[in-house]
């Protein structure tokens, strides 16, 4: 199975930035499709932005132009560069994998981002 671990939350002002990183752990990182999500407290889970095993990227419309997803198969990590951050962006950040849209991965415990003067 592929596990994952989230990690570079923290506490950061409106208009700063952040990059979360996380490292998968299992086999075949490079042919799967990569996931950020984001919860925040007594909200849904929202998809914030993907990946392909090709490279092409999509994102959620209230982060476009703001945050940037990549990913390095020789270290088998996701990332996601966070600039401009605004206070709606505070919430759990967590990562999955799949394939064509489809989750295959279970949920981890994520890394928190809190955005706040």
């Known amino acids: 199975q592929v596990q994952l671990a989230e990690s570079g939350g923290g506490l950061v002002q409106p208009g700063g930035s952040l990059r979360l990183s996380c490292a998968a752990s299992?086999?075949?990182?490079?042919?799967?499709?990569m996931y950020w999500y984001r919860q925040a407290p007594g909200q849904q889970r929202e998809l914030v932005a993907r990946?392909?095993?090709?490279?092409?990227?999509s994102y959620a419309d209230s982060v476009k132009g703001r945050f940037t997803i990549s990913r390095d198969n020789a270290k088998k990590t996701v990332y996601l560069q966070m600039d401009s951050l605004k206070s709606e962006d505070t919430a759990v950040y967590l990562c999955n994998w799949g394939r064509s849209g489809l989750l295959y991965g279970s949920w981890g415990r994520g890394t928190q981002v809190a955005v706040s003067s």
């Open positions: 990946i392909s095993s090709s490279g092409s990227t």
């Open positions: 299992g086999s075949s990182f490079s042919v799967y499709e």
